[in-house]
């Protein structure tokens, strides 16, 4: 069997990559892993991708979808042997729809062009993350993305209306709904949305754009205590009239490390016990960010705060927030996490877990930031050393199912959490999705091993 000439009959010869063109890939983001595929194929249509799923399924291959591959859970991952399918050729954004306030798109566009066509209509697709300019639509929505205005929009879920998607034998489900409400049955494409390609391959979506809000105002202050960033959320979440987009929270080491690194000016003189980034969009927004500032400072709730005066001033805010780049630089290993858990029980679990992990590691490092709105941390830890990262794990993601918490919040499960899996789900949960995977792909063609055990 010569995969790869076969492969070549339907894509074409410039479009299934070999040797030194896929080792020279990286599966993912971070952990960074170099792609071990015995090929890369590059479809250009729906019916390509059909083909490639059939025969791959009727010939015990395991086929990978892949995105962007900005991804930090393994999802991607692929081994010798393996053909990875990479929607990048199929990019395609058809016009705007402005009367149902829709968009359909290829899974291979990316979410910044998807954005920017949103946006030339004077319309928003508000899923919005670091990575925009290369995750692509299939991948944030095979991962369920969250982002920086979930507060506002939803996850990625809440946002997709209709998906066409491919099943492991090559049939092709096409649920290209374009209605907010239709009841007429099994709304089968959420059973895609979050499976990170083990259950089917997107190729198309219909997504929901919303009306532009406006003007955008940000302010990044600074707070003596959790307790304080709380009870500021509950005074915007009120005062700013449901115009509240985004509550982002940076510990003091986050903030330092990436300001420290000279890329950045921090917009406040002294240093605080934590930081707060808010951005509300809204035609009275330089109003209302004004009024939670003032509201703030007069409860004794804000130390200080930068309210941005223009957009770059804003843009410059927000660049330290998303400067992971600049925190994740060196060769030292580091390990990311992605985690969400009630709002109350932050404190105590981030202050338990430096405390643990500096008995375990005494010269370990941690960086906390995230939305904390929608419960969502982001860690950053530097051990120092390799060959600890399954014990840091463990410290990590156990504490988690005592205060009812998940080990992923926005960046699935793939290969690097699966087998803490049960600290969110149940048995039954876990069984069901078992049940599912089987019935849809019943020799285990798409994406194998990842997410669930099969075992």
Known sequence: MNIVEDLTKIVGVQNVLTGEMVSQRLDCYLPAHAMEALCVVRPETTEQVSMIAAYCDGHGLA???????TGLAGGAYTRPGDIAL?????????????SGLTIEVEAGATL?????????????????????????????????????????????RDQVLGLEVVLADGTVLSSMNRL???????DLKQMFVGSEGTLGIITRAVLRL??????????????SSFDAVLELFALAAAEADGALSSYEVM???????????????????????????IEIESHRADALISQVVTSGWERGLIDDASIAQNIGQANSFWAIRDDIDTLCAGSD???????????????????????????????????????????NLHL??????????????????LPLEAIGGSISAEHGIGLEKRSYLHCSRTEAEIDTMVRLKRALDPRSTLNPGKVMPLS
């Open 86 to 98: 990479s929607l990048e050729r199929m990019t395609t954004i058809c016009p705007v729809e402005r």
């Open 251 to 277: 510990w003091p080491s986050f903030v330092d490390a990436v300001v420290g690194r000279g890329n950045h000016r921090s917009p406040l003189e002294n240093t605080h016990a934590l930081y707060v980034l």
């Open 333 to 375: 290993p580091i390990l990311l996490y992605d985690i969400s858990l009630p709002q109350t029980h932050m404190k105590s679990y981030i202050d338990s877990l430096q405390d643990n992990l500096h008995i375990y590691l005494q010269n370990a490092k941690m960086f906390v930031f995230g939305h904390v709105a929608d419960g």
């Open 380 to 397: 950053v830890i530097r051990p120092g050393e390799h060959g600890h990262h399954d014990a840091i794990d463990a410290l990590v993601y």
């Open 180 to 186: 907010i409400k239709n009841n007429a049955g099994f």
């Open 210 to 223: 919303r009306p532009n809000a406006g003007l955008k105002a940000t302010a990044f202050i600074g707070l």
């Open 112 to 156: 910044q062009a998807v954005q920017e066509a949103a946006s030339a209509a004077d319309l928003l697709y508000p899923v919005d993350l670091g990575a925009r300019g290369s995750a692509t639509i299939g991948g944030t929505i095979a991962t369920n993305a969250g982002g920086n205005s979930v507060l506002r929009y939803g996850m990625t």
């Open 63 to 69: 086929l990978v979808p892949q995105g962007g591959r």
